[in-house]
């Protein structure tokens, strides 16, 4: 490797590490995401020219959070010399003297240092807010919170890049036209908010553990890059249950990510994983994070993450598919419906009353669901039907439902999987 290409990688690690801390320190000058994004993209092309020539800095986090936050400050100097207003606002920098540039400088970060943690949470609640759909909602979190380029959010999520980087400008253009406040809400608007925060952390992590089209079963990276904005955010709100629910739901289902392939790269459903191969370090640390949201429920009840993660616990804890507790699973899953109602968790409380109770008894929640409008192009709705009637020793009905799932799948990986059980004798 050259030394170029060396320090082009280094460089790339630090700003994976401080985007979100630099942007957002930015976007509170400003007050606009967008333009706070431009303007740490401008800060980080310094880096690139200056670094590989004068070496990287001691601490080069602060370096991009300082040529930012000058870039930031310069841009409201001269917006507001533009707009006649060249009065005295405590914010302008004299760029004619070095010295009291830097003096007026330190000042501005005496004032906007008190608490980086509310930067990275106004950061977080808008780029997740609800004005923008699920997908920008997305793409614009991993830009601005997980310094991630276009073009990795495109081949992660199997886009064409200029469809993210629209995806991107149109996000940041609706939030600027609608005036969006770079704040985080309170009272009953902040319930409301961090739920659409948690959602997006959650669809980041969802494709990334099973990935909705493309010939690769998982995207480990999305996982990471959720469960670190989860820990993230964890470590910004320590008080809020659900938060921490979420951080459990993803520590535990990431612990089998190394046990979801076979050796040639085949999937391995849940019931037929090598259970010695889940991660002990992450299964702990979920359920040290479910404990704690326990304790934090205020209601005595838990919310549908936390009752997620408590389902993912029910499996953490049980060295064998024999020894685990499917009765709970399924009171579980009936407490999840109360509070979260969908077909989706209807499905997945009758593969867990499938094992609890047999498959008869499941097969008739499923042909049930059958009617649901939202799952008639869920390949998982025939897939389960096709386990239950397999497991029924009704093979030719069970080939039949495997084979239209594997017509309604678009992962690769999923509909071979599929096609084998479809065609299998």
């Not at 590490?17 to 431009?38: K, P, Q, S, T």
């Not at 092309?45 to 310069?74: F, H, S, V």
């Not at 509070?339 to 499923?366: E, F, T």
Request: charged content about 25%.
């Amino acid at each position: 490797m050259s030394v170029a290409d060396a320090s082009r990688r280094r460089i790339d690690a630090v700003w994976h590490i401080e985007a979100a801390r630099v942007i957002g320190r930015a976007a509170r000058i400003v007050r606009d995401i967008g333009l706070a994004e431009d303007l740490a993209q401008d800060a980080l092309l310094a880096a690139l020219e200056t670094w590989p020539r004068d070496g990287i800095p001691d601490n080069p986090g602060a370096w991009l959070m300082t040529t930012t936050t000058r870039r930031a400050l310069d841009h409201l100097r001269h917006a507001r010399m533009a707009a006649g207003k060249a009065v005295e606002v405590g914010l302008a920098l004299d760029s004619q003297h070095d010295g009291a540039r830097a003096a007026e400088l330190e000042a501005v970060d005496a004032r906007l240092d008190d608490d980086i943690g509310d930067e990275l949470l106004r950061l977080m609640f808008t780029a997740c807010h609800p004005l923008l759909s699920p997908d920008a909602r997305s793409a614009l979190t991993l830009r601005v919170m997980g310094g991630l380029t276009t073009d990795e959010i495109a081949r992660a999520y199997l886009k064409p890049e200029p469809t993210i980087a629209q995806r991107i400008v149109r996000a940041k253009r609706s939030l600027a036209a609608a005036r969006v406040p770079f704040e985080v809400p309170r009272g009953a608007e902040l319930r409301q908010r961090l739920g659409s925060v948690l959602e997006v952390i959650y669809l980041i992590f969802n494709e990334g553990y099973v990935a909705t089209a493309g010939d690769h079963w998982m995207r480990p990276a999305l996982c990471e890059e959720a469960l670190r904005l989860g820990r993230v955010l964890a470590g910004l709100m320590p008080d809020e249950s659900e938060v921490f629910g979420l951080v459990a739901l993803m520590e535990i289902q990431a612990s089998r990510i190394g046990a979801r392939l076979s050796a040639s790269g085949e999937p391995v459903l849940l019931l037929d994983q090598d259970r010695s191969r889940w991660d002990q370090l992450l299964i702990r640390r979920g359920l040290e994070a479910l404990a704690r949201s326990e304790a934090l429920s205020t209601t005595g009840h838990l919310g549908p993450y936390a009752l997620q993660a408590a389902i993912a616990a029910c499996h953490a804890r049980a060295s064998t598919v024999e020894q685990t507790d499917w009765q709970r699973i399924v009171a579980l899953y009936d407490a999840l419906d109360q509070i979260a109602p969908s077909p989706v968790v209807r499905l997945n409380r009758a593969v867990a009353v499938a094992m609890a109770y047999g498959p008869a008894a499941a097969l008739d929640l499923v042909d049930e669901l059958q009617a649901e409008p939202a799952l008639h192009n869920y390949h998982l709705l025939p897939s389960v039907r096709g386990e239950l009637l397999e497991r029924l020793q009704r093979p030719n009905e069970a080939r039949t439902e495997f084979a239209r799932a594997a017509a309604l799948a678009h992962n690769a990986r999923e509909r071979a999987l599929l096609l084998a059980r479809a065609t299998a004798k």
